[in-house]
C-alpha cells in the first residue's frame, strides 16, 4: 500500500483522542488514506482505505482479537498482464483454444477444397458447361476464395 497524508475535516476524530485534530497540517495517526499500489487492487475499498479505521483493525488484530484487518486490509495482485485494475478480471484476451482450432481446420479445408475446385475447373476447361460459365473468371475467383479462407 501507499498511504497519503489527508488534511483532516471538522468530523474526522483520531484513534487516540477521538477529538478533532488540532494542527492540520501535521502527520498524525489516521489523518491519512491509504490506497493499493500499481498492479494490486482492493475488492472492498477501491477508492483507498480510511486510516483510522485501519488503524484501529490493525490494533485488534495485534491484540488477536478480531480478523478484520486481514480479510477487509488486503491488497490483491492484479491478474497477469495488468498494470493496475479493478478486480479480478483478466486485461488479456482469453483464448478459446477447442474453437479457435476448429475454425482453423475449417478454413484451411476450405482453401484446399476450393485449390482442388481449381485443379479440377483447369483440368476439365474444355467442357461445354465450363466453357460457357468463362473458366478463367471461374478460376480467378476459386484462387480469390482459397486466399480469403487463408486470411
Not at 27 to 33: I, K, M
Not at 92 to 106: E, G, K, M, Q, V
Not at 114 to 129: D, E, N, P, S
Request: glycine share 6%; proline share 6%; net charge positive.
Amino acid at each position: 500500500m501507499v498511504c497519503d497524508y489527508r488534511l483532516p475535516t471538522s468530523e474526522s476524530p483520531t484513534i487516540t483522542t477521538s477529538k478533532i485534530l488540532a494542527t492540520p497540517n501535521t502527520w498524525s495517526r489516521g489523518a491519512y488514506q491509504c490506497l493499493c499500489k500499481r498492479g494490486y487492487y482492493s475488492i472492498r475499498h477501491p477508492d483507498g482505505f480510511n486510516g483510522t479505521i485501519m488503524e484501529i483493525a490493525w490494533k485488534e488484530h495485534q491484540d488477536n482479537i478480531s480478523n478484520y484487518y486481514a480479510e477487509v486490509f488486503t491488497c490483491l495482485k492484479c491478474a497477469p498482464g495488468c498494470e493496475s485494475c479493478t478486480g479480478p478480471e483478466p486485461c488479456l484476451a482469453d483464448y478459446n483454444w477447442p474453437f479457435r482450432i476448429s475454425l482453423l481446420t475449417i478454413s484451411v479445408a476450405c482453401a484446399i477444397g476450393c485449390c482442388i475446385l481449381a485443379g479440377y475447373l483447369f483440368h476439365h476447361r474444355k467442357m461445354k458447361v465450363f466453357k460457357v460459365a468463362s473458366p478463367i473468371f471461374l478460376l480467378i475467383t476459386l484462387i480469390g476464395c482459397s486466399i480469403m479462407y487463408l486470411e
